[in-house]
């Protein structure tokens, strides 16, 4: 396991942002595979499937720091919530 220590990194710091890194490459091999369309769903403008994971990714981001503003630190019911608010976004968005 590599050492994050010089950048004050915790493993879970680390392990996000490879997610991150890991979506954005399955990302572009689709898009190289399965070139993307636009569509217009519930949100009513056209979006990619780029779009709309940036859509998610802050979705998620805003429904985790409203969770720890108003319910606390416990953010295992948050994560649900955002997997189901990516979901959505990406089935009707």
Known sequence: ?????????????????AVIAGLLAV??????????TETVGILRIPTTRGDRLFLTLVGAAFIN????????????WALALSLVYGAVMFRFA
């Open 27 to 36: 990302m572009t091999a689709l898009a190289v595979w399965r070139p993307e």
């Open 65 to 76: 720091l409203a969770w720890l503003g108003l319910v606390g630190p416990s953010l295992e």
């Open 1 to 17: 396991m590599p050492d994050f220590a010089w950048m004050a990194w915790t493993w879970q710091t680390a392990l996000f942002f």
